[in-house]
Structure formats: C-alpha cells, structure tokens
C-alpha cells in the first residue's frame, strides 16, 4: 500500500526496503501453501515419486537461488565431491526437500551463521547433509522435529511446523531416512 499511496514521495532506500520485504513475505506465503499443499499429497497417498537421473548439483544451487534473499545474511558454503554421479530421484521432491530443511536452517540460527550442504554417495546411497553452526536443537525436542506441525518452543512466528514433516515425508517416498543431530 505504501509503495502505492506514497510512491512519489518514498526514496529509493525506503522503495528498496518495502519490496525486499515484499518479496520475503511472498516467498513465506508461497512456502505455506506448497507444504500445505505437500502434506495434503503425503496425507492422501496421492505422492508418486517420479525418479529420473538429476544432477544433485542443479537441484542444491537451484534451492539456494530460490532462498537467495533469506539466505543473503549466512555464510553460506556447497562441498560436492568432482565428477559427482547423476542419481534417480523426484527433482521437485527433493528440490523441496533441501528448500525445507536449508530454510529451516535460515530460520533457526543466528544471522552470520554457516550452514553447509554436503553430498555424498555411500554404499551406492545419495545422502545430503544440511548442517549449522547454531545452537542446535534441545535434545528433549530432536525426537518431535518431524511430527506434523511441531514447532520448537520459543521459535519465532511465521512458521507452520510443517517444513521438516514434508522434508521426511518426502525423504521416506524415496526410499530413504532423515534424521537430525546437533553437531558437537
């Protein structure tokens, strides 16, 4: 409304201001409705998993891109061995995955924090790492993370507790498991 109402009178730095919080909110909203939308699949059983061979790295720098703006106040760093192999996977699916959890990251740790994306193939498994270095979670709460609508206690608004169900719902239609640590 403002940039509407007051268009002419607001100076560049202020116009700046109000569309970067725009496109923020939009990117928020846009994320509620996916995961809404997601559980509402997963819930359903309507979920089909269609792999195909991906890069891994297309999927991690396409997510990183779509969170440029919350992610523009992290360090943020990608290790990918060379020559990383194509795998079969769900693009969107798992393109949803790491927006979840590398958001969730974003959302829960100290502005300056790092948080890395790690990808490795063991035992001829795709296993992705997103890791912090913020204060981690209370251990009495690492068991509910991904339980439909969990949030953590004291976490700020914003957020439905749905993020890190859907990253493990989706995880699990693969084939495969998620978990969360606290680093030492």
Partial sequence: ???QSLNGRLNEADKRELINEI???GLRLNQQ???LLSMSRLESGFLQVKKDWCDVHDVIYKTLH???VPLQNFNVAVFLPENFPLCRLDYGLM???LFNLVNNAANHTPLDSNITIQANIEADRLVITVADNGPGFPQKEIDKVFDKFYRLQGAKSGGTG???SIAKGFVEA???TITLENLP
Avoid: P, T
């Fill in 174 to 176: 693969h084939g495969g």
């Fill in 95 to 97: 393109e949803h995955v």
């Fill in 162 to 164: 749905l993020g890190l």
């Fill in 23 to 25: 496109s923020v909110a």
């Fill in 1 to 3: 409304d403002n940039l």
């Fill in 66 to 68: 779509q969170l440029e």
């Fill in 33 to 35: 409705v996916e995961n």
